[in-house]
C-alpha cells in the first residue's frame, strides 16, 4: 500500500478511499484516484430560459436520524478511473448516470476547485449544454444508491431556490451561480 507523498501514515484501504494519518495525528480521507468531477448540464427553451438536470443522490449520514435514503441534489458528480482525463471522465459520467452521449462540443465552461481544506481532492467542474438532446436509460454501476438515484429537470428558478437552501451539497451551488455570473 502507497504512503502519500507527504509520508501520511496510510490506516485503511479499499476499493475506492483510502484514509491517512498525518504527522500531528489528523485523520483523512482521500478518494482513491482522489479527484472527483462535477458536472451540470443544462438545455435552453425556445423562449431562451435554461432548465437544469438536478441529480437528486443519497448522502449518508449528513444529519442526525437522517433517513438512509434522504436524496440530495447535485451535479451529476463521479471519480476518476485508471489514466482518466477530466474531460473523459465528465462525457463518462453524463452517458452512465444520465443516459447523455455528449462530446467535447457539448462543453460551455470548465472550473477547478478544492473539495475542502480536509481532503486531498480537486473537484473538476463541467458545464454542458444537452439542448435538444436525447438520452437513453442511465447504465449505473448498480449499487443501491445509484439505483434510489434520479434525475429532475429544473427551472432557473427552481434551482436558484434549492441553492439558496442552507443545508446542500456545495458543488450545485458553486457550478449554477457560475454559469449564472
Do not use: H
Request: charged fraction near 25%; hydrophobic fraction near 35%.
Amino acid at each position: 500500500m502507497k504512503k502519500q507523498a507527504n509520508l501520511d501514515k496510510l490506516l485503511f484501504s479499499s476499493s475506492r478511499i483510502n484514509v491517512y494519518e498525518t504527522e500531528q495525528g489528523i485523520i483523512y480521507a482521500q478518494r482513491r484516484n482522489k479527484d472527483s468531477i462535477a458536472a451540470l448540464c443544462y438545455r435552453k427553451n425556445a423562449d431562451g430560459s435554461k432548465d437544469y438536470l438536478i441529480r437528486f443522490q443519497p448522502l449518508i449520514q449528513l444529519e442526525e436520524n437522517q433517513a438512509w435514503n434522504k436524496l440530495f441534489p447535485c451535479p451529476i458528480t463521479g471519480s476518476f478511473e485508471e489514466n482518466e482525463t477530466p474531460l473523459n471522465v465528465a462525457l463518462r459520467e453524463v452517458f452512465e448516470e444520465a443516459g447523455y452521449k455528449i462530446t467535447e462540443k457539448n462543453l460551455v465552461n470548465t472550473f477547478k476547485f478544492f473539495a475542502t481544506t480536509q481532503m486531498n481532492e480537486t473537484v473538476y467542474g463541467f458545464i454542458f449544454d444537452i439542448t435538444n438532446m436525447n438520452n437513453t436509460e442511465p447504465e449505473t454501476d448498480g449499487s443501491l444508491m445509484e439505483k434510489i438515484s434520479k434525475n429532475v429537470w429544473m427551472s432557473l428558478q427552481e434551482v436558484k431556490k434549492i441553492c439558496e437552501n442552507n443545508n446542500n451539497l456545495a458543488s450545485l451551488p458553486l457550478l449554477f451561480y457560475l454559469d449564472n455570473k
